[in-house]
């Protein structure tokens, strides 16, 4: 079975501050997805991974893809409070036809 | 572009009734999915489907049913509803799970007293 751990799982930090939520699993992935879905909202796609040792930058968000296709890091600079919200990464399970979450990481931004 | 629509927003049972959960995406999709969200949670699966006529269970399918007679459409039924089944749920769609995203909808919020 596919698990994705995610770490921390929860972080209250200060506006201006950066952070790094890691996503791990025992397991390779063909690629790796981050979402952020804010209060209220469903899940919204923030990027996806799929090359091993692959790094995206999406403005102040630095996500990275482990060379072994096992881990993901999404690094926050200078967050603020619009960066709060639950932060989740998926993958897809080895059938290729449902995704597996993680927990998630639940961020909060104060100003 | 409407997406993934699910309806209603709010719905408040008593236990025992029954209840459908509405679920329609335009973007000609192939698969459909029903996740819950217990409050402070992540999302577990109930149901899938990766076609019309296709449905398979996922990790709580318990006390639900599901039906896809069209690509559009995936209704989510609720029959003798429980306190334990007072959570949000996300009806989802993809064009496939590798390296597709997974588009979902606003949420429909259920509580049962």
């Known amino acids: 079975t596919q698990l994705l751990e995610q770490s921390p799982q929860f972080l209250s930090i200060q506006e201006g501050e950066n952070l790094t939520v890691y996503c791990n699993s025992s397991?390779?992935?063909?690629?790796l997805q981050w979402y952020r879905q804010e209060p209220g909202e469903g899940p919204v796609l923030l990027v996806t991974?799929?090359?091993?040792?692959e790094v995206k930058k999406l403005k102040r968000l630095t996500f990275q893809f482990g060379d072994a296709r096992k881990d993901s890091s999404l690094h926050i600079t200078a967050a603020q409070p619009g960066d709060t919200g639950l932060y989740l990464c998926?993958?897809?399970?080895?059938?290729?036809?449902?995704?597996?979450f993680g927990p998630g990481t639940r961020l909060s931004v104060l100003p | 572009n409407a997406g993934v629509t699910q309806t209603p927003k709010f719905r408040i049972l008593k236990i025992g009734q029954s209840m459908t959960l509405q679920c329609t995406q335009d973007?000609?999709?192939?698969?459909m999915y029903w996740y819950r969200q217990d409050p402070g949670m992540g999302l577990k699966l109930i149901y899938y489907s990766v076609g019309a006529g296709i449905t398979d269970k996922g990790e709580v399918p318990n006390g639900y049913n599901v039906s896809r007679s069209t690509t559009e459409d995936f209704p989510l039924r609720l029959e003798l509803a429980a306190p334990s089944q007072t959570s949000v749920y996300f009806c989802?769609?993809?064009?496939?799970?590798?390296?597709?995203?997974?588009?979902f909808g606003e949420g429909s919020w259920l509580t049962v007293v």
């Open positions: 397991s390779v992935f063909s690629s």
């Open positions: 973007m000609n999709h192939n698969y």
């Open positions: 991974v799929v090359t091993g040792g």
């Open positions: 998926a993958g897809p399970d080895n059938y290729g036809q449902n995704f597996v």
């Open positions: 989802a769609s993809s064009q496939g799970a590798v390296g597709n995203t997974i588009y």
